[in-house]
T-cell receptor, first 110, second 114 residues
Framework: RKEVEQDPGPFNVPEGATVAFNCTYS??????FFWYRQDCRKEPKLLMS???SGNEDGRFTAQLNRASQYISLLIRDSKLSDSATYLC???????????FGPGTRLSVLP | GAVVSQHPSWVICKSGTSVKIECRSL??????MFWYRQFPKQSLMLMAT?????????EQGVEKDKFLINHASLTLSTLTVTSAHPEDSSFYIC??????????FGPGTRLTVT
């Protein structure tokens, strides 16, 4: 089983749609969780950290369920500029390397 | 956020030659940097952990004699791909974290070996 798994995608949605991405991780000792976005041929950029209480940043909402080892990302009112690959990222401990999920590609269509 | 740079951004080299990639933390010190590799349509895979002043830690399956890592200062780590072959063609990305809670990624180096 892979350490971090994500929806295979791709997701093709119209502008204004709400889209949700799911992610599961295998190591229950993992401490840090993030969503990154990666544009084609670019480096990953931090979208948001994910906290146990859930957190929201504008149109983006992230949630963590430690019991189920599940992370989600919800994008509301999607924009064309949201088109990218979304990477679920998990770190075992503070200061440890990141383990990346395979990513889910999103295409927002006009 | 913190800034991490990489140089070169892209390089084309002939099979059998060696290529050095630099990763610099520009506005913070990083005792640990990470090197990742990404093949087309695949996710980033950790290659090695670069530790300032000590030997790098390599992931299983990554040849330490082929991918030489040097982390001589708190702001610079280098990855040298020795005797490169076409299968080494990939996107190499480094990351570093100030305090290492959040990792900041360099812009990546696209290596093409002909």
């Amino acid at each position: 089983r892979k350490e971090v798994e994500q929806d295979p995608g791709p997701f093709n949605v119209p502008e204004g749609a709400t889209v949700a991405f799911n992610c599961t991780y295998s190591n229950s000792a993992s401490q840090s969780f993030f969503w990154y976005r990666q544009d084609c041929r670019k480096e990953p950029k931090l979208l948001m950290s994910v906290y146990s209480s859930g957190n929201e940043d504008g149109r983006f909402t992230a949630q963590l369920n430690r019991a189920s080892q599940y992370i989600s990302l919800l994008i509301r009112d999607s924009k064309l500029s949201d088109s990218a690959t979304y990477l679920c990222v998990v770190a075992l401990r503070y200061g440890q390397n990141f383990v990346f999920g395979p990513g889910t590609r999103l295409s927002v269509l006009p | 956020g913190a800034v991490v740079s990489q140089h070169p951004s892209w390089v084309i080299c002939k099979s059998g030659t060696s290529v050095k990639i630099e990763c610099r933390s520009l506005d913070f010190q990083a005792t640990t940097m990470f090197w990742y590799r990404q093949f087309p349509k695949q996710s980033l895979m950790l290659m090695a952990t670069s530790n300032e002043g000590s030997k790098a830690t390599y992931e299983q399956g990554v040849e330490k004699d082929k991918f030489l890592i040097n982390h001589a200062s708190l702001t610079l780590s280098t990855l040298t791909v020795t005797s490169a072959h076409p299968e080494d063609s990939s996107f190499y990305i480094c990351s570093a974290g100030e305090g290492a809670y959040e990792q900041y990624f360099g812009p990546g180096t696209r290596l093409t070996v002909t």
